[in-house]
């Protein structure tokens, strides 16, 4: 399965392998949205992808994200804490 790096497509059930993309048929508000993504970042495969996006944002020649869908400013906002731990981590 090949993943592009560069969408953060939160359509559910859109992309499989994507772990900002809620399971088909979710259809919960932004909180459960949150709450979804919370519980897969505790999750190996999706953890680790996660912090590999966000990590990918601070790098110089980084490239920007593309977000949609219906939880795209979500998205957004979870990836950049992330963004904003791991500087603080370095920083440390």
């Not at 939160?10 to 709450?35: I, L, Q, R, S, W």
């Not at 990590?55 to 593309?66: A, C, D, I, K």
């Amino acid at each position: 399965m090949i993943v592009n790096l560069r969408h953060v497509d939160t359509h559910p059930g859109a992309e499989g392998g994507n772990p900002f993309t809620p399971p088909a048929g979710f259809d919960g508000d932004a909180d459960a949205y949150v709450a979804l993504m919370q519980a897969r970042y505790l999750q190996v495969g999706y953890g680790q992808h996660m912090v590999c996006m966000a990590r990918r944002m601070t790098q110089p020649n980084r490239y920007p994200l593309e977000y949609s869908g219906p939880y795209a400013e979500q998205a957004r906002g979870i990836i950049n804490r992330l963004v904003s731990a791991y500087r603080q981590a370095q920083a440390a």
